[in-house]
């Protein structure tokens, strides 16, 4: 049996009588990269935001690592290890790169947004952040201001202050939107090196990253999952193609 960082049963999320989300199955396995995907409309923000507990589930249960979480809210799932990138306010533009990681990797260590804290008590976390900082291609940007960063920078280093809480489970929402082409390559060249030991779920409209990452794909269509397996298997499914029919399989 696989084993399963993250299973969700029968999620469903009604507004007002319309069902966003129906009847959703979703199983995450542990040490995979998995792709939530489908034509505008389909249902995955929401599906996105019910995992990550920023919406409630009309219906369903979600269950993380074998414990329900289905009645959490976000913070406290973020602190059983399921973190979602940009879920910290992620970067302050006014502090520098190596400031922004400092202040999560304080946070993950059971501390609070203290913007007034010592420059000394927080230069104890200075090797790990330089570490993370390595990690996603911003050695040599420590000193610059998060402001002053491309918007494929600042991408970057969203995702070093998520790594900064050590998480379990990192869910990615459209980390290569609004990029461009060279953005997009250095953003998934960073997904590659960093999955190693870490389970990953993304949001993302560029099926060519999706291709590129993905062991396996759940697509969405109209609240309900339409396909499911390898970029392969759900490329080919008759269904898929016609929910992406008019859109040249581009806008997931």
Same mark, same amino acid.
């Given at each position: ?18 069902? !966003? ?56 799932? !973020? ?26 990797? !304080? ?10 804290? *010592? ?21 040599? *940007? ?7 960063? *491309? ?80 970029? !392969? *298997? ?19």
């Amino acid at each position: 049996m696989a084993d399963n960082i993250l299973e969700a049963r029968g999620l469903s999320k009604a507004f007002r009588g319309f069902m !966003a989300v129906q009847d959703v199955d979703l199983s995450i396995e542990r040490g995979s990269i998995h792709a939530l995907i489908g034509p505008n409309g389909a249902g995955k923000t929401t599906c996105f935001n019910l995992l990550t507990k920023f919406l409630q589930p009309s219906a369903g249960r979600i269950v993380f690592e074998g414990r329900d979480i289905t009645e959490l809210k976000p913070a406290d799932v !973020a602190r059983r290890g399921m973190v979602r990138s940009f879920q910290i306010s992620a970067v302050f533009g006014h502090m520098s790169a190596l400031e922004n990681v400092r202040v999560a990797l !304080a946070r993950s260590r059971g501390g609070n947004f203290d913007f007034w804290r *010592s420059e000394r008590a927080l230069s104890v976390f200075n090797d790990r952040a330089h570490e993370l900082l390595y990690d996603v291609g911003l050695s040599d *940007s420590v000193d610059v201001p998060a402001a002053e960063l *491309s918007y494929g920078r600042k991408r970057a280093l969203e995702i070093a202050t998520t790594l900064a809480l050590d998480p379990k489970l990192m869910l990615l929402d459209e980390p290569t939107a609004g990029m461009t082409e060279s953005d997009v390559a250095r953003i998934v060249a960073l997904i590659r090196q960093i999955r190693s030991g870490r389970t990953i779920l993304m949001v993302e409209h560029n099926l060519s990253v999706v291709s590129g990452l993905s062991d396996r794909i759940t697509v969405l269509a109209r609240g309900r999952v339409l396909a499911e397996g390898d970029y !392969a *298997s759900v490329s080919a499914d008759e269904a898929v193609i016609t929910a992406y029919l008019g859109s040249e399989h581009a806008d997931a």
